[in-house]
């Protein structure tokens, strides 16, 4: 169980470090590089096309601006993709990486976090592989009961 965890240059891995953290302590091994769609296409057809053959189980793609990182890996593989839109030095907001992520053509998914959700996309990847590996499953239960706690800690606090 591994999950690969790519984005489209070394200025998005500020965002994509919160995947890998919460990879990390759920256990789960991360492989991480830079594959940009746009200037190195080459690598981006043959991690597609071969991440499953190499224990890849799911693929979290990040990208700024045009962001078709995540959509054009989806096109190629087969596993489950999930995208973060990266809030680039050159993005319209943020909003031109969300909905170049989000509006994809039916029939090539791409499970959609918020703008710079990287940590999101990380926690749905390790429930991806929970669905199938009890020991991820049972740390995924502890890591909900953490937030419920933290949320319910919180409460008692302010009421003081």
Do not use: C
């Not at 690969?4 to 998005?12: T, Y």
């Not at 239960?141 to 008692?156: F, G, M």
Request: neutral net charge; glycine residues 8%; charged residues 20%.
């Amino acid at each position: 169980m591994k999950v690969a965890i790519i984005m489209g240059s070394k200025s998005d891995l500020p965002v994509m470090q919160e995947a890998i953290d919460i990879l990390k302590s759920f256990d789960i091994q991360t492989e991480v590089d830079i594959v940009s769609a746009h200037r190195t296409p080459e690598k981006l057809f043959e991690f597609s096309k071969n991440a499953h053959n190499r224990g890849i189980s799911v693929i979290i793609a990040g990208a700024g601006g045009a962001a078709h990182l995540p959509g054009m890996v989806a096109s190629m593989s087969p596993l489950p993709v999930i995208g973060v839109p990266v809030k680039s030095s050159n993005s319209i907001d943020g909003w031109d990486s969300v909905l170049s992520i989000l509006q994809m053509p039916g029939g090539v998914p791409v499970a959609t976090v918020a703008l710079n959700g990287a940590k999101n996309a990380g926690i749905l990847a390790a429930q991806i592989i929970g669905s199938h590996n009890k020991m991820v499953l049972d740390k995924i239960i502890l890591y909900k009961e953490s937030l419920k706690e933290a949320v319910n800690k919180a409460s008692e606090e302010m009421k003081k």
